[in-house]
C-alpha cells in the first residue's frame, strides 16, 4: 500500500483542505489531525490506499473445464507391473486363489478351472505362488513352485498371456541348499522352543532323532536345556520350498553337551550317517524309539492300570499318537508273530540277535507277516487301540531272554562303528569347520538373550 510523508507547517489548514478534496474524508480527517495536533515539524504515515469498507463489492462466476491431463500421462508414462505373493491352501478355487493374489481377471480365472496344467494349483496347499499384475489388476504372470518328492528337484508351473490367449507350461529344475543357523532355550517342549527359533519340524525331528540314543527326549528333556542347529534349506528360484538336513547340532541337557555333525566316507553325495566330533557313529544297533518324535505318556515303570484298576509294573512304554501312525522296527531281525494276542490287540514281535526281541501292541494295522526279515526303520504297522487300550498309542516293549528291560537304556548300551581310519584326517577337518559353525550358531541365542 503506498504512504506519503505529511509535514506540518505555517500553512497546515490549506494543506487540510487540499487533502479533503483529493481524499475520503475518513481518511483526510486522520491526516488533517495529524497535521493540526503538532507544532514545529511533526511528521506522520497515512495510508493512502482506500477504506476496504467502501469498496464495491463484486462475484465472478467462471466455469472450469475438467482436463484429461492425469490419464495423458498414466497412459504416456511407463507401465507399472505389481508383485504379491503367496502360499496356496487346500481350499482355494480359481476364484478365490486370484482374488487373495489381488488379481481381477475373469479370463486367467477361467483358464485356471480349464487348464489341466494350471489346475494343478487348485485345491493343494503349501505351494509357493507369485503373481504379476498390470495396475488394472488383470494377470501378466503366474508361477507356483514345490518340490513333490525328495530326489532334488522342484516342479515350476507358469501361467501368462499369449497373443491367442491364456497359457501354460510346466517345468522341472534343480533345487538349491542354503546354510540356516539357528538356536533356543527350553521353556516347554522341543517344538515350542523351535517354534520360537523358527526352526521347521522338519528338522526338529531330526534333532531329536540324532540324539535320541543319548537323550531321552520324552522323559529328560528339562527347562533351561537348548540347542544349536545348522541346517539346509533347500530353495527353488530363491524360494524356500522344504528342508534339507541337519549338518550339525548340539543339544545341553542337564547340563551336558551333545554334539553331532553329518558325515559321509564317500563323498558329500555318498551315503553317510551322524557321527560326534570325536569320530563315534550315533547309528546305533538299536532305534531308541519305534516311532518319530512323539509324546510318551506312561513310561517304563509302575503305574495303575486304566483297565485293570490295579497298580502293576509297566514293562514298556507308551507312545500315545493318532490311529494309522506308522510304527517301525528298532533294529534288524524276523518276525516272530504277527496277529491277535489277548490284551495286546494286534502284536507284531520281532527276534533280534543275542535274544533280543521287540513287541510292538495295540496295533491298528499289521504290515508283515511272520517270518518275514525286516531291517531298521521298516515299517511294521500302524497305531491303534485293539486289545486292552483305553485310546490310540503303541505299547512298544524290549525284552533280553525273555526278561522286560527300558527300551531307552539297551539303545544306549548298543555297540556303534566308528570312523574309519583311511577317513579320520578328511573327518578332522571337518570336525574343525563343524565346531566354528555350532559356535556361530550358539552365539545367536547369546546375542538375543543381551
Known amino acids: 500500500m503506498p504512504y506519503r510523508l505529511v509535514t506540518a507547517a505555517q500553512n497546515s489548514i490549506q494543506w487540510s483542505r487540499q487533502l479533503l478534496e483529493h481524499y475520503p474524508k475518513h481518511v483526510a480527517a486522520v491526516l488533517a489531525s495529524a497535521l493540526l495536533g503538532a507544532g514545529g515539524a511533526t511528521y506522520a504515515l497515512a495510508a493512502l490506499a482506500p477504506d476496504p469498507a467502501d469498496l464495491t463489492v463484486q462475484e465472478v462466476l467462471e466455469v472450469v473445464q475438467r482436463t484429461e491431463q492425469r490419464t495423458d500421462l498414466a497412459s504416456n508414462g511407463p ?6 505373493s503367496d502360499i496356496t491352501r487346500s481350499t482355494d478355487t480359481a476364484d478365490s486363489l486370484l482374488r487373495r493374489l489381488g488379481v481381477d481377471d475373469t479370463a486367467a480365472a477361467n ?4 487348464d489341466p496344467v494350471a489346475r494343478l494349483l ?6 509357493s505362488i ?8 488383470t494377470l501378466r504372470k503366474l508361477t507356483a513352485r514345490w518340490s513333490p518328492d525328495d530326489d532334488g528337484q522342484f516342479k515350476r508351473l507358469v501361467v501368462e498371456p499369449s497373443p491367442s490367449g491364456f497359457v501354460s507350461r510346466l517345468e522341472t529344475a534343480a533345487l538349491t541348499a542354503s546354510t540356516r543357523l ?11 522352543a523351535t517354534d520360537e527359533a523358527r526352526v521347521p519340524d522338519a528338522i526338529a525331528i531330526q534333532v531329536a532323532e540324532m540324539f535320541a540314543g543319548d537323550i531321552d527326549f520324552h522323559r529328560a528333556l528339562r527347562k533351561g536345556d537348548r540347542f544349536s542347529v545348522v541346517y539346509e534349506t533347500l530353495e527353488g528360484d530363491g524360494e524356500p520350498l522344504r528342508s534339507g538336513r541337519v549338518l550339525s547340532a548340539e543339544f545341553v541337557n542337564s547340563g551336558t553337551s551333545f ?10 553325495t555318498g551315503k553317510g550317517g551322524y557321527y560326534t566330533l570325536g569320530g563315534q557313529s550315533l547309528r546305533r544297533a538299536y532305534l531308541a524309539s519305534p516311532m518319530e518324535f512323539s509324546r510318551v505318556t506312561s513310561g517304563f515303570k509302575m503305574r495303575f492300570h486304566p483297565i485293570l484298576q490295579t497298580w502293576r509294573a509297566h514293562l514298556g512304554v507308551d507312545y500315545a499318537a493318532p490311529t494309522g501312525t506308522p510304527v517301525r522296527s528298532v533294529g534288524d531281525g524276523t518276525v516272530e508273530f504277527a496277529g ?16 533280543h526281541t521287540t513287541v510292538y501292541a495295540h496295533l491298528s494295522r499289521i504290515s508283515v507277516r511272520k517270518g518275514q526279515n525286516v531291517s531298521q526303520g521298516q515299517n ?16 512298544f516293549e524290549f525284552r533280553v531272554n525273555g526278561q522286560h528291560h527300558d527300551p531307552m537304556t539297551i539303545a544306549r548300551q548298543s555297540e556303534s562303528v566308528p570312523v574309519s581310519a583311511a577317513a579320520r584326517p578328511v573327518f578332522n577337518q571337518a570336525a574343525a569347520k563343524t565346531r566354528v559353525a555350532l559356535a556361530g550358531a550358539a552365539s545367536l541365542q547369546r546375542g538375543t538373550a543381551e
Open 380 to 395: 511294521v504297522g500302524a497305531v491303534g487301540a485293539t486289545g486292552w487300550a483305553t485310546g490310540p498309542h503303541l505299547h
Open 79 to 84: 507401465a507399472f507391473t505389481l508383485f504379491r
Open 111 to 114: 483358464f485356471l478351472r480349464s
Open 259 to 268: 554334539q553331532a555333525m553329518w558325515f559321509s566316507e564317500t563323498g558329500a
Open 340 to 355: 491277535v494276542q489277548n490284551g495286546f490287540g494286534n502284536v507284531v514281535m520281532v527276534k533280534h540277535r543275542n535274544q
Open 122 to 127: 487348485l485345491g493343494r496347499s503349501g505351494r
Open 182 to 192: 539357528a538356536s533356543g532355550t527350553i521353556q516347554s517342549s522341543l517344538f515350542a
Open 130 to 137: 507369485n503373481a504379476e499384475t498390470t495396475e488394472q489388476n
